[in-house]
């Protein structure tokens, strides 16, 4: 089957789209290559375009959810934490990104069907979901990107296996559809005060740090800028308040890059877990989040988003060596170690 052509977005990344990852996968092998293979130029990261309509209605009132929660007293937000799951379940606000407040839960399984030695041992996945209004938005959006998600997985399989045989990736998406360990996370990141950084030479990462995610595969929605209004009104949806603001990733190359995802797509990207089940042959996405300096009187906004982790069950091997478990289980002990909250 021949591949299709690669399609780019005007900031170079591979772009394909939902009807020929649905009818004809295999013949995106190639863009799937280019996107999250090893050459210096690849991106790690893969937009798909043409979706349902329905997603541009599902983002849009879930993000601007996100904005309304972030509006709530701190005292108010508070309740919902979980501390329990090291705050990996509800409203999380804290080190090292002040910036930045967060709000998570599973939108595929509300109660996983898992030993009770799981729960114990695994709060962060296999906690209770906390919600504050916006359930059913949470889960539309989620559940839709869930979908392609799993939809993209099944299409990578023949590229991931080519990078190492009989590994985890042989059945990737099956590994997700089947994981009861799915989280979603609602981001919200607070307008820049007067006195945090917001000048051309602020740091790249200046509103989210530079991290990689410990997913095989994170879905990404196109991220809404809000512009605060009167006291009472609906904020106003405008455009990011300087072209250096948003979502920068590092190439396989090094190269840092901005990457825009245009409002009608999904983005994917690949993360840490992917890394070690393909003994690095795939590695993941370095990425972070700068302010970037706004034009005068562009007033406070804020940046909302929602990003979906693809991930398997805790007792699924990454390697001969380690299962998934194990290696989440290393990475909050040292992330919350380092940073407190998550």
Request: net charge negative; with cysteine; glycine share 8%.
């Amino acid at each position: 089957m021949a591949s299709q052509p690669f399609s780019f977005t005007p900031e170079g990344a591979v772009c394909i789209s939902y009807p020929d990852l649905i009818s004809s996968p295999l013949t995106l092998e190639a863009s799937i290559e280019k996107a999250f293979g090893s050459n210096p130029t690849s991106l790690g990261l893969i937009v798909v375009r043409d979706l349902p309509q329905e997603y541009v209605r599902y983002r849009e009132r879930l993000l601007r959810l996100a904005h309304k929660f972030s509006k709530l007293d701190e005292s108010v937000r508070e309740k919902y934490t979980d501390p329990s799951s090291r705050y990996s379940f509800g409203w999380s606000h804290g080190k090292p990104d002040f910036l930045k407040g967060s709000f998570y839960a599973n939108p595929v399984v509300d109660s996983p069907s898992v030993p009770d030695e799981h729960r114990k041992l695994y709060p962060e996945y296999y906690g209770t979901n906390i919600f504050e209004g916006f359930e059913q938005a949470f889960k539309d959006l989620g559940q839709f990107v869930f979908k392609v998600g799993c939809d993209l997985a099944k299409a990578c399989e023949p590229f991931a296996i080519k990078q190492l045989s009989n590994s985890t990736v042989s059945h990737l998406a099956a590994l997700i559809s089947t994981s009861q360990t799915t989280k979603a996370r609602l981001l919200h990141y607070f307008p820049p005060t007067d006195d945090s950084v917001q000048s051309e030479d602020e740091p790249i990462d200046s509103w989210c740090g530079f991290h990689l995610d410990h997913s095989l595969l994170t879905g990404l929605c196109s991220a809404m800028y809000l512009q605060e209004t009167e006291t009472g009104k609906e904020s106003n949806v405008v455009s990011s308040p300087s072209p250096s603001s948003g979502l920068y990733i590092r190439t396989r190359g090094g190269d840092l890059t901005k990457v825009t995802i245009p409002v009608d797509c999904l983005a994917f990207q690949t993360g840490e877990a992917l890394e070690v089940a393909t003994a690095g042959r795939l590695i993941a996405t370095p990425h972070c989040v700068r302010v970037g300096a706004g034009a005068p009187g562009t007033g406070k906004v804020s940046r909302e988003t929602f990003a979906l982790f693809m991930q398997p069950n805790v007792d699924e091997p990454l390697s001969p060596a380690v299962t998934f478990g194990q290696f989440s289980k290393r990475v909050f002990d040292e992330h919350y170690t380092e940073n407190g909250k998550a």
